[in-house]
């Protein structure tokens, strides 16, 4: 069972300032702490580890019986509810969490794949980026200066809880030097016929190439950038590529969050095939070579250790023994089938009507 219910009137109640202030992004106001709302979210920060520190229902709502048990429950009046949380028709469910922190670890995997959001103001598209990234398998989501909170309440929902088991690590200039020094590519995602001011470092149209074309099956880091404005000339001299998606149609470039998603199908497309060539054809082999015959000088031992003359004695034994049960059984066989002698001769058979064996005397069958 979860802990009793207490029944909250006042809006100045602490917790649901802090509920508030949080939900409005203020982190300092709200501990730290992080604010959700809705069935599904709450459901898929339990399922993903993390905990929850006090939750809020609204006095219309039952509680569920998934609600984890020894955690803050408060029961709120519908308009203070109403109040506290950020959506226009509110779910009557919310709850503060203590958000994860990652960092970048000291080794980069052999297959690391990282999106970088440089300068991204859409919550809704970054939200999106960090569910395509946990669909694809990518490593981690970079943010730049200038990008939005990962939790934000539209990026919380675009992520559709992604962003609860994804690393987004925000990242400096200098920090994604670093990275690119430890051996990361850096692409740069640009529209197929963008063009650049004249103080840019590079030439857009002379150094850029389709995904389709592009090497993604090693350690790199995508980088889109700004909806309006692109990837700023600072990303843009920094890569070590730049990389555009074939468009057909007449538009002039992809939403941030569709273009992301595609790279990252992309990379996931290349590793995939690049992991099935190298583990799942079938191996080489050599055929197996039919057992052969050779000949051996008259002193040489044969392989179980007697000579040629004691082989060839005891063959000559064993022909002699069981000439007159062969002669009976060719006997039967040709009154079957006396037609095969005549199709095959008797030479086929290595034998005379005597059942003696004419291949050549120093010949050895070797197995």
């Given at each position: 069972m979860t802990?009793?219910?207490?029944?909250?009137?006042?809006?100045?109640?602490?917790?649901?300032?802090?509920?508030r202030?949080a939900f409005a992004?203020?982190?300092?106001?709200?501990?730290g702490?992080v604010?959700?709302?809705?069935?599904n979210?709450l459901?898929?920060?339990?399922a993903?580890g993390?905990?929850?520190?006090?939750i809020f229902?609204?006095?219309?709502?039952a509680?569920?019986?998934?609600?984890p048990?020894g955690?803050?429950?408060l029961?709120?009046?519908?308009?203070v509810?109403?109040?506290?949380?950020a959506t226009?028709?509110?779910q009557g469910?919310?709850?503060?969490?203590?958000?994860p922190?990652w960092?970048?670890?000291?080794k980069i995997?052999?297959?690391?794949l990282?999106?970088i959001a440089a300068g991204?103001q859409?919550?809704?598209?970054?939200?999106t980026?960090?569910?395509?990234?946990?669909?694809f398998g990518?490593?981690?989501?970079?943010?730049?200066h200038g990008?939005?909170?990962?939790?934000n309440q539209k990026?919380?929902?675009?992520?559709?809880?992604?962003?609860?088991?994804?690393p987004?690590?925000a990242i400096?200039t200098?920090?994604?030097?670093?990275l690119?020094?430890?051996?990361?590519?850096?692409?740069?995602?640009v529209?197929p016929?963008?063009e650049?001011?004249?103080?840019?470092p590079?030439d857009s149209k002379?150094n850029s190439?389709?995904v389709?074309d592009a090497d993604l099956t090693?350690?790199?880091?995508?980088?889109?950038g700004n909806?309006?404005?692109?990837l700023?000339?600072e990303f843009?001299?920094?890569?070590?590529?730049?990389?555009t998606?074939p468009t057909p149609g007449r538009?002039?470039?992809l939403?941030?969050?569709?273009?992301g998603?595609?790279?990252?199908?992309e990379?996931?497309?290349?590793?995939?095939?690049a992991?099935?060539t190298t583990?799942?054809?079938p191996l080489s082999?050599?055929?197996?070579?039919p057992?052969s015959r050779?000949?051996?000088?008259?002193g040489q031992?044969c392989s179980?250790?007697?000579?040629?003359?004691?082989?060839?004695?005891?063959?000559?034994?064993?022909?002699?023994?069981s000439?007159?049960s062969?002669?009976a059984a060719?006997?039967?066989h040709c009154?079957?089938?006396?037609h095969l002698d005549?199709?095959?001769?008797a030479s086929?058979h290595g034998?005379?009507?005597a059942?003696q064996d004419?291949r050549g005397?120093?010949?050895?069958?070797v197995h």
């Amino acid at each position: 069972m979860t802990a009793q219910p207490i029944l909250v009137t006042s809006r100045a109640n602490a917790r649901v300032k802090q509920l508030r202030a949080a939900f409005a992004g203020h982190a300092r106001l709200s501990g730290g702490l992080v604010a959700i709302e809705g069935e599904n979210l709450l459901r898929e920060a339990l399922a993903s580890g993390l905990p929850l520190k006090t939750i809020f229902l609204s006095e219309r709502v039952a509680p569920p019986a998934w609600l984890p048990r020894g955690v803050e429950l408060l029961v709120l009046a519908e308009e203070v509810f109403a109040g506290a949380v950020a959506t226009q028709h509110p779910q009557g469910i919310a709850a503060l969490m203590l958000p994860p922190r990652w960092e970048m670890a000291a080794k980069i995997a052999t297959d690391a794949l990282f999106l970088i959001a440089a300068g991204l103001q859409d919550p809704g598209n970054l939200g999106t980026l960090i569910r395509s990234a946990e669909a694809f398998g990518a490593t981690a989501v970079l943010t730049t200066h200038g990008t939005v909170s990962e939790w934000n309440q539209k990026a919380l929902r675009a992520s559709a809880g992604s962003v609860f088991r994804v690393p987004v690590v925000a990242i400096s200039t200098e920090e994604l030097i670093a990275l690119q020094s430890r051996g990361v590519r850096l692409l740069a995602a640009v529209a197929p016929n963008s063009e650049t001011d004249s103080n840019s470092p590079l030439d857009s149209k002379s150094n850029s190439a389709s995904v389709r074309d592009a090497d993604l099956t090693n350690p790199c880091a995508l980088m889109i950038g700004n909806e309006g404005a692109g990837l700023g000339d600072e990303f843009l001299a920094l890569a070590d590529t730049r990389i555009t998606i074939p468009t057909p149609g007449r538009v002039e470039s992809l939403n941030a969050a569709i273009a992301g998603s595609l790279l990252l199908y992309e990379a996931a497309r290349q590793r995939e095939a690049a992991r099935l060539t190298t583990y799942h054809l079938p191996l080489s082999y050599e055929p197996l070579q039919p057992h052969s015959r050779r000949r051996r000088s008259a002193g040489q031992p044969c392989s179980a250790g007697r000579s040629h003359e004691a082989a060839r004695a005891g063959r000559v034994r064993r022909a002699g023994a069981s000439a007159g049960s062969r002669q009976a059984a060719r006997a039967r066989h040709c009154a079957r089938r006396p037609h095969l002698d005549d199709l095959l001769g008797a030479s086929r058979h290595g034998q005379d009507d005597a059942g003696q064996d004419h291949r050549g005397d120093d010949a050895v069958d070797v197995h």
